[in-house]
């Protein structure tokens, strides 16, 4: 089955800098990568998401590269602001044909920004 | 649409009770899953159902865990015997997966259990 290892597991910056979170996967059937945010003692969120056709994806300060070949993707957050601290989880599913996968997730990284 | 209703929001029982977690999904969301949530092991997949069919069950640690979805709108995760290890946040999310390309899940606000 699909293993999802991320890293670091913790990452503190200062405010204004870049933060960048690192996850890989195992089975290469896995086509579809979403990162979740999720703040202390709230429910995961959906910030953004890549398909496996697709090698970067932009979202404001929020981007997202994916290296099939290396089974790779990363998160990165530019001009990092207090609240972007929260725990950030990559995930991989696999998805079966003619239903939905199942999303693994990665461990988390805990981001603390420092004004 | 008031999201993925879950409860309770918080449980506390003593060791060897029953617990009953209960999922109200979107509405027209067709997949559902049960996760749990802990500081050691993260967000692990417990099962999950499409169509209200359970695909993949292997997640559930063990026979004293079973979940039911009856329908659309309602599913259960029970623990009988519940144990202190069982102590976790177990979120449930639904997805509308759109035939082909993967949905977002969303979670609901999540029950968290103690057991004492």
């Known amino acids: 089955g699909e293993n999802v290892e991320q890293h670091p597991s913790t990452l503190s910056v200062q405010e204004g800098d870049s933060a960048v979170i690192k996850c890989t996967y195992s089975?290469?059937?896995?086509?579809?990568f979403p990162w979740y945010k999720q703040e202390l003692g709230k429910r995961p969120q959906l910030i953004i998401d890549?398909?496996?056709?697709?090698g970067e994806k932009k979202d404001q300060r929020i981007a997202v590269t994916l290296n099939k070949t290396a089974k790779h993707f990363s998160l990165h957050i530019t001009e990092t602001q207090p609240e972007d601290s929260a725990v950030y989880f990559c995930?991989?599913?696999?998805?079966?044909?003619?239903?939905?996968?199942?999303?693994?997730f990665g461990k988390g990284t805990k981001l603390s920004v420092k004004p | 649409d008031a999201g993925v209703i879950q409860s309770p929001r918080h449980e506390v029982t003593e060791m060897g009770q029953e617990v009953t977690l209960r999922c109200k999904p979107i509405?027209?969301?067709?997949?559902l899953f049960w996760y749990r949530q802990t500081m050691m092991r993260g967000l692990e997949l417990l099962i999950y159902?499409?169509?209200?069919?359970?695909?993949?069950d292997s997640g559930m640690p063990e026979d004293r865990f079973s979940a039911k979805m009856p329908n659309a709108s309602f599913s259960t995760l029970k623990i009988q015997p519940s144990e202190p290890r069982d102590s976790a946040v177990y979120f449930c999310?639904?997805?509308?997966?759109?035939?082909?390309?993967?949905?977002?899940?969303?979670f609901g606000e999540g029950s968290r259990l103690t057991v004492l």
């Open positions: 999310a639904s997805s509308p997966w759109e035939g082909g390309n993967t949905g977002e899940l969303f």
């Open positions: 089975d290469s059937a896995s086509n579809y």
């Open positions: 890549i398909r496996s056709n697709v």
């Open positions: 995930a991989a599913i696999v998805n079966y044909g003619g239903s939905q996968g199942n999303l693994i």
């Open positions: 509405s027209g969301h067709n997949s």
């Open positions: 159902f499409n169509n209200n069919v359970p695909i993949d």
